[in-house]
Every structure is written in C-alpha cells, then in structure tokens.
C-alpha cells in the first residue's frame, strides 16, 4: 500500500496518534493523563522539533 501524503503530515498524524493514545491509556487506568503534568509539554516539544 503505498500512500501519498507529505512527510509533516505523516509526522502530525504520528505525533497526535501518540499523544492521544497515551492519554486514553491514562484515562482508562484512572490516572491524570501523564502530557498534562508539568514539564512534559516541554518534552513532547522536544520531541516534535526532532
């Protein structure tokens, strides 16, 4: 299967994929999903800028 998609949004797609997929995973454990503590959103941004 080929797809023809630019290489910024399959980066968004993975970023948002990622993030979101944690947050349920938090959400459903019953925990404050882990990006909105302090500091890592500065880490996710890290990331992004990779």
Do not use: E, H, W, Y
Not at 9 to 29: E, F, H, K, P
Not at 38 to 47: H, S
């Amino acid at each position: 299967m080929q797809v023809n998609a630019s290489l910024s949004a399959i980066l968004v797609a993975a970023t948002l994929t990622g993030s979101g997929g944690g947050m349920i995973r938090d959400v459903l454990a019953g925990r404050k999903p882990m990006i909105f503590l302090r500091g890592n959103l500065r880490t996710l941004g890290d990331r992004c800028s990779c």
